[in-house]
């Protein structure tokens, strides 16, 4: 039996993470939620509300249609992200100089900063001077260039998921890189001798053992999707009519624009609700799959 003494040496290890998480974790969640219970604003003064914020939120429609749209992006962005760095990281899995530099390629947007990449393809979607709009143009997919933000929520939609594609894509690929690298050539060997092909071997061996990897991928995806907020603030401010606004974005003007702190708490704490109950959702689902 351990004595009293190894116990409390034991508690003294852990006690600089237990501070940390309760200083920089439990204590701004308390905070949050204490100031989400007031009409808190950024001003200064507050008043005791109780769940008032709560009530105004549930019939809020801007919320909700950009809690909406902030699922739209996320079930649009996620498998293109999963698909095409699973695809990449097949493609790079190899150790040849060609192939690194490839890989290294592809992960150099992955370090740029989340608003230099969203000025960048603002500037790249200029309808005008803009070199993707050339391109589609001298490729002959569209008759003239687009006006890719402010005047159709989709097309502003679907521009900022290239510009996070081509942002992101690479961190992902990484990942799948390690996990495909880590799985034993003996496997691989032994399923080609036995005359797999290379789409099986990837079906049915390599995808398979890098289950848990997919998982972490998608989760990570899925989360950084439902937080997005900087590529829409720069690149379409909401336009048209706050048809391209997210959750995190609302949250955003209501405590910095409108300087409401008491409801823009109320609907962080109700995106984090979200985001838990998804995330604790799949988890379960594909640790009941796993055990099948």
Partial sequence: MYSTKSKYVGFAYIA????????????????????????????GGNKFIGFGNYLRAYQDPIFWSALFFTFQYTLYLTPIL?????LFALLTSGTAGLVKLTRGTIFIPVVIGLGSSSLLWVWLFQPQIGLFNRLLVDLHIIPKPLV?????????LWGVIISITWKVVGFGMILFVAGIQSIPAEIIEGAEIDGASY??????????????IILLVTLISAIGSMLAFEQFYI?????????????????????????????????SIMLMIIIVAGTSIQIALTRRRSLE
Avoid: C
């Fill in 235 to 267: 690149m379409t401010t909401g336009a048209p009519e706050n048809q391209t606004i997210t959750s995190v974005y609302w949250i955003y003007t209501n405590s910095f624009t409108y300087f409401k702190l008491g409801y823009g708490s109320t609907l």
């Fill in 148 to 156: 890719w933000f402010g005047a159709d929520a989709t097309l502003g």
């Fill in 199 to 212: 789409w099986q071997r990837v079906a049915r061996i390599i995808v398979p053992l890098n289950y848990r």
């Fill in 82 to 86: 999963m698909i095409l760095g699973y």
């Fill in 16 to 43: 600089p993470a237990l501070l940390f998480i309760a200083v920089f974790t439990l204590y701004p969640l308390g905070q949050l939620f204490w100031m989400s219970l007031h009409n808190w604003s950024l001003l």
